[in-house]
Each structure stands twice: as structure tokens, then as C-alpha cells.
């Protein structure tokens, strides 16, 4: 009798997940023998703060003890410096581990999320992981729009996120039209306010979200550890909610979420406030500069109130974002691609430290110029 081939049944994931694109973090490849110069991933330019790496110091002695699985230091050091209540604070590695775990807590199958047109990649990845539907919500010149945001809400609709500062984009949305947008929205929606780059706003129309969560039952605001205080590789995160929503959360985040160098380290940063100011003075004074330099380059610098520069650059061949993202990366400057938020005619810049910020304008300057061989491979 002849055997055919039998080809066994695979696992199947839930509906969803086989639509997610997942998510590419900043490239940091250059050409061997090339420095490389990575701005693309907002990281700060000033480092860690020293009392955060101070923190870490003697943790050798402890490695083989679990940390605190509440994260008590860690809450109370961000309660202390917000004036806050610690109970309603919930630590996360990373705040993308917070974003999937609303995410997963709120929406399901059957269930939709609105997410704005240029909205970070992850709240799209959490939503289509818990099995819900991202609905899409318009923004007007790179910026959240509020009307749209309420024209998208069905009776299917469970969470709204939008990052305030905006990243890719570096808008803001100001606190006014933030409060419109909560008060609009049905009480059982969560509204997610992803404000991981707060700190380096300095309008005075701007909240991070504190005095909303502070009067609403169904707002979270979510902060970073990552840009300001130069601590991306401990992945540190936060949020600030309700009693209810911080109790969802407690019951489903993993039970050691936060590792004890992360908890040590934030609880360090967070008090050093001088290291934060000086990482915002710093900001403030490259941020207008590189901008200024890039539109005389003759290119598009969307206005940002972060420590990054969305560009976008003409159409014309040769002079494109592709052809100028070759250009830098063969002089060791690594800008962040942005066809994956669907804006290829741009590129993201990190604003980086004094060498780095006049290497990219200078570079920007020739290939703008067509030096040195500007959109050749």
C-alpha cells in the first residue's frame, strides 16, 4: 500500500496576530569601518543620570534574590516627585509593556481601539495581539485631531490611545482639547494618554495628563523612563490611573514585572532633578538650532515639542528621504526610516549631542546641495 505524505496540523494563533507587522526598533548598522552615530531612537544624549548609576553599584551581592514584585521604591520615589498617591501608580517594563497590558485588559474580540493616524506602532501591535480591531482616526498636519478621534467612537469602541507629545510627529495636542476629548468620550471607554515625552514640553497649554486622571475614572496617563532620563536598557515605565484600572492591572501584569536594577535605578533618577533639567536645557537650545538649520537646507521640519525632528523631504529623485537616508549612513549618521508609519517621504533625527547635531546639518546641507555624490548609492 502506497503512504502519502500527511502533513501534520500546525498551531494556530488567535485572529489577529498573523496581522500584525512587528514592530522594527531604530536601526543602529553602519558600513564596517564607519563610527556610527545612531540617532533614531530618542535616546538621550546625555546618558544616564550619575545617582542612577551610582544605584546600580554593589547590586552584585543581591542578584540571586527577587526584587520587590510591587515596585514600592520605585512608586513612592515617582509618588514624592508628582505628589501623587503611590497606591495608583503601576510600574511596567518599559511603558510598552503597560500600552499591551490596557490593551489586553480592555479590548477583545469584537471589541475596537482608536488609534490616531500617526500614532506609535505599539498601540496597533496591542490591539490586534488582544484580538480587537484598530480603528484609525485622521490627523490634520501631522497633528491628533479631537474631532476626528470622536467621529471614529462606536458602541464597539473600548479604548482610545494618543501619544501627547506625538511620536513620530514631535505635535502636541493641547490640554484644552485633551479635556474635550475626555469628557466626550463614554464612560466606559479608557482614554490612554502615552506621554513618554512630556518632559521636554515647555507650553504652557500642555498637561501630561496628571489633573485628568486625578478627576476621571477612566483616563491613564503613562510616562518613561527611557528618553529624558537616559535609562532605555533597564526598560522602566509607569502610569497613573484610577484605583480600578491600577487594580486590573496588578492582576495581570507578571508578578516580578520590574527587576531590581530597574527599580534602584528609577527610583534615583526620578529624585535627580538636577540631571533632568539639564537634559531639557540641552533640548531647548539644539532642538530651534537643528530645526532652523534643516528648513535653510531647504527641507520641511514638522514643529515638535520633543527631543526628535520628523523632515520630510522633496519628492524629486535623488532627494528623497531613501536617497538621503543613504547618504547619511554612509558618513555614520543613523537617522529612523518612516515607512512603517506610512510618511516615506520622511525621516526621523534624534536631537543628539553638539558633534552629532552639526554633523547631521552639515550632511543635510550637502546632500541638499548634491555633494559628494548626494543620491548616488
Known sequence: MQQTDV?????KPRAGIERIEAYVPGSAQVAAGVRAIKLSSNESPLGASPAAVAALAGLGTSL????????????EALAHRYGLDSARIVCGAGSDELLNLLAHAYAGPGDEGIITQYGFLVYKIALLAAGATPVIAREVDCAVNVDA???CVTPRTKIVFIANPGNPTGSFLPFAEVSRLARALPGHVVL????AYSEYVTRNDYSAGIELVSRAHNVVMTRTFSKIHGLAALRIGWCYASAEICDVLNRIRGPFNMNMAAIEAGAAAIADSKHEAAALAHNARWRPWLAERLQRAGLTVVP??????????????????????RFLLARGLILRRMEAYDL?????????????????ADAMDAFMRGDAGAGHD
Open 7 to 11: 502533513v501534520p496540523a500546525l498551531p
Open 344 to 360: 516615506p517621504d520622511c525621516l526621523r533625527v534624534t536631537i543628539g549631542d553638539e558633534a552629532a547635531n552639526h554633523m547631521v
Open 304 to 325: 515638535s515639542e520633543t527631543n526628535f525632528l520628523l523632515v520630510r523631504f522633496p519628492a524629486s529623485p535623488g532627494r528623497d528621504a531613501a536617497a538621503a537616508d
Open 192 to 195: 490612554v494618554l502615552d506621554a
Open 149 to 151: 478621534i470622536l467621529a
Open 64 to 75: 540571586a534574590l527577587y526584587p520587590d514584585g510591587t515596585a514600592k521604591k520605585l512608586r
